[in-house]
Structure formats: C-alpha cells, structure tokens
C-alpha cells in the first residue's frame, strides 16, 4: 500500500506527498497569493534536501478561464435531461463500501478496489435502478443520476442552489477536467520529476503486494 499525505501550509495553500521511504520528503505545494490586486496561484515541488527543482506561478483568472472553457458545456437545461435513473438503496450501499471514508482524524482509507471496479448500466433494471424527474433528484438518494445525453451516458447532478438547470458530464469530459486541473496545479511536472528519479509505480510496492483482481461488476 502507498499511503500519501495532504496538509495545510502556512500560506493557507496545500501540500501533497508520499509517506514511502523512497520519496521521503518530495511533495507538491499549491497556495494563493493577492499581488497588486490579483490573485496569483504558486505551486512548486520539493524534493529531499528542501530544494525546489520546479516552480510555477499561474493567474487565477487564466486559471479559471481554462477550467470554465471545460465545464462551461456541462450545464443545460433541466428540458433536455427530464428523466434520470438513480441508484436502488442496495446498488448505493455497494458503491458506498468502495468509496474513500475516513478511518480517523486525519487518515482517509481510499479502497484500491475503487479503480478497478464497474457499475453495470443496465438500467432497464428495476431492482438496480429508479427511473425519476431530474426535477426531483436531490430528494433521491445518492444525489446524482445517469442520463442518457447526446448519444453517452452522463452523470447528472443538480445546480446549487437548484435551478432550470442541471450539470450533465461523461466520464471523458470528467477525465479531461482531472488531466488539465492536474496540468495546472503541478501532478504532470511531480511524475515527471519521479521519473527523472528513477521511480516507477512498482518501486513503490512494499514486498508480496500484488495487483488486486479485477473486480466483477457491481
């Protein structure tokens, strides 16, 4: 098991690191600082000896403009997604068991299972999925529906507070958003500086961990 770190700076910012041996003292940091009336993001990477072998500073308006470009198709009216299906209490209680929860004051238990697993969409079932008004859906548990939408499958949640609208994605839009926010904020520029290290996920395994078994789908 890799276990990884995320605390508070003095900066009001964050930083991200490993707990391994091998990568005792490389973490990320990301905070914010108003300069002449702007806000300007920093981030910079540290590695064992406290030197910072890449740093950068991003302008919080550049910053959003690129992540409201991403997002800006993800609200549309309620009109164009009226029905949704949601999870039956049981199929909701599976995706819980696998989700991240807390296992103490500050450690959060992330299931590996959780990148292998599969929710089978066969929502013609009735005993996995409920067919609702979008209207209706945060009286629904778990909050979140599934739509069919421009020919895929999207998530759909409702606006906050709620609206004629709803924000509708695909898991590919999801990633794209991931892959930038991760762009942005510094992860490509930490696996890059591991690789330069030498480091590869396998190193990173204590003895006899294996890759888990794919999971059925649930």
Not at 203 to 214: N, Q, V
Request: glycine letters at 6%; hydrophobic letters at 35%; aromatic letters at 10%.
């Amino acid at each position: 098991m890799v276990t990884l770190f995320l605390a508070p700076t003095k900066d009001q910012g964050l930083s991200f690191g490993f707990t391994h041996p091998k990568l005792a003292g490389i973490h990320l940091t990301v905070y914010s600082v108003v300069e002449n009336r702007r806000t300007r993001i920093h981030s910079h990477l540290t590695d064992g000896k406290g030197i910072h072998p890449w740093t950068q500073v991003i302008d919080s308006e550049f910053y959003s403009s690129i992540l409201q470009r991403l997002t800006s198709r993800w609200v549309v009216p309620i009109s164009r997604v009226p029905r949704c299906w949601v999870m039956r209490s049981r199929l909701a209680r599976k995706v819980a068991r696998l989700s991240p929860r807390p296992v103490g004051e500050r450690t959060v238990d992330f299931p590996v299972e959780l990148y292998h697993a599969r929710i089978r969409l066969n929502l013609a079932n009735p005993f996995r999925w409920k067919r609702i008004n979008t209207g209706s859906l945060p009286q629904e548990a778990p909050g979140y529906g599934v739509a069919p939408y421009r020919g895929t499958v999207r998530w759909v949640f409702t606006t906050s507070p709620p609206s004629d609208k709803v924000i509708c994605f695909s898991d590919r839009q999801f990633s794209k958003f991931q892959d930038q926010l991760g762009r942005l904020i510094g992860f490509d520029a930490l696996a890059e500086y591991l690789e330069t290290k030498g480091f590869e996920p396998k190193d990173l395994k204590p003895p006899g961990m294996t890759r888990p078994k794919r999971q059925p789908p649930l």
